[in-house]
């Protein structure tokens, strides 16, 4: 069933249940001239318009939305009056709330959802994805050493020295990232060129642009185009590398994590589709008192909220689960009718980090929350990983084996913990400097990500030390897949002033058996034992302790 049938299918559910919804409201309705303000009959009456204002629209019905959202104003304001005024205030609010059937029929039969998210994450164009990265450098002898330097990081590079080749080329095929000269001699500034022409028009190649001149109308210009990256020559190749890595990593980026927490099951399901159709994974929880649980066995990248459900409100549910540690950082957005400004920032400062008004329109709700969850990856990574390898960094790492030890207890599970560090690395910072000691300590990071299990967790222990977590491996697993990486990195030439060099690793590997008494500091004290051993042993080896 395709999302526009799913999502047909869920709006006649709720047109079918309608009109059960306005009776069960009109008679709590006729209940308030006998009830206390505030009691249950109050507040079930309360809910059951919020509910309506948000899910009315949302499913095709404006009308009686923008109705139940006046009505439900009123009935907040009828709550402050008493005596001869309540009575009063309570007839009025009673024939208005006869009146919503009026509203459902004005709207007419709904028009069918459009499923207009539909193609989210797809290109309108047909010219295929390659995952190669292109250079444009007219400087033909700095460019070939440019495709050098990323051909040794695993890069599949090509390289154009001029805009015409470039633009011909991309009419077949794109790259999966483009790096541009802005300046390119007789052709003028490639900046200008791709804003005359029509190259990037549904394109989905990521821009990164270098330049020998910086200044603010170019890095305008290249951010109109919408760069990920500006580098000034000379060019800091680590730098271009990591970020390099970065934009891949958010191509290849594994999907949005959402959960929905939302008493309104027909909604949320609503919602839930619209996002697994844009390629999320989306959970529902219909039951807010199971939060913190589910979050203790499962990772969201997001969380979206309605504001007011039975028993609890959104906003002290945020601020619940803002007590812990783990989760302050983690984006909450209200997903809600509640159009009061005032309430609204209220509603904010207990936590959460945005504000939707129901009926919210589908793009506008992918959009945000990829927008969202996408900005918290990098904030993310920018706090727990290396700027220079993009590996976890010492403190992230070690909080790593505890948490990898931790499960592969519980799950009766083999463990491997690798100590890896480059061999005489102080010789090559001597000989060839800190920039060339910098490529050659990235190359470990980006080799690693290219021959290891996509399981593994990677991270740099400090300085030349890295460390290697293999959950569900052991020792001679490990041995065998490290020895590979290890034979491939001697393998790789580096170059500085045309002199060419290799360098060479020691690794060390401390399993992990079910039903041993030793703890992730007791694992990580053997791997470098063993670590060490490799170097005494002649260095370049793989010792398991």
Known sequence: MNLTRQLQAIQIQYLEKLPQTLTQIESLAHRLPKSDPGDENWQQLGQLLHKLSGSAGTFGLPALSAQAAKLHRQFEAALLVDGDSYARECHLFISEIETL????????????????????????????????????????????????????????????????????????????????????????????????????????????????????????????????????????????????????????????????????????????????????????????????????????????????????????????????????????????????????????????????????????LISAVKHKVSRSRQLLELMTKDSLTGLLKHAAIKESIRREWGIAKRKSEIFCVAMLDIDHFKQVNDRFGHAIGDEVIASVATLLRKRLRNTDVLGRYGGEEFVVLMNNCDAVEAKKILENFRQRFQELVFTSEEKQFSATISIGIAEYQPGSDMDADALLINADKAMYTAKETGRNRVIVS
């Open 101 to 364: 059937d009026t509203f459902a029929e004005l709207d007419g039969i709904p028009a069918k959802p459009s499923a207009d998210a539909q193609d989210e994450g797809s290109s309108n164009n047909n010219r295929p994805l390659v995952s190669e990265v292109w250079l444009l450098e007219d400087d033909a002898d700095l460019g070939s050493t440019l495709i050098s330097h990323l051909q040794a990081f695993n890069f599949s590079a090509r390289l154009f020295t001029s805009f015409t080749d470039l633009i011909h080329t991309f009419e077949s095929e794109q790259p999966e990232v483009l790096i541009l000269d802005v300046l390119l001699g007789d052709e003028g500034r490639s900046t200008e060129l791709l804003e005359q022409s029509s190259m990037l028009t549904g394109a989905s190649s990521r821009l990164i642009f270098i330049s020998a001149k910086d200044d603010f109308t170019i890095r305008l210009q290249a951010a109109s185009l919408g760069a990920e990256a500006f580098f000034v020559k000379p060019l800091d190749i680590p730098r271009l590398i990591t970020r390099l890595e970065q934009v891949t990593a958010r191509l290849h980026a594994p999907p949005e994590r959402v959960l929905i927490i939302d008493d309104d099951e027909l909604l949320a399901r609503y919602y839930q589709q619209l996002m697994i159709n844009a390629n999320m994974q989306v959970d529902i929880l219909h039951e807010p008192d199971r939060v913190i649980d589910y979050l203790l066995q499962n990772s969201p990248d997001i969380i979206l909220m309605d504001l007011q459900m039975p028993d609890i409100e959104g906003q002290t549910l945020a601020a619940v689960i803002r007590q812990y540690d783990q989760w302050v950082g983690l984006p909450i957005i209200y997903l809600s009718a509640e159009d009061d400004p005032d309430h609204q920032a209220t509603a904010l400062n207990h936590g959460a980090d945005d504000f939707l008004v129901k009926p919210v329109p589908d793009q506008h």
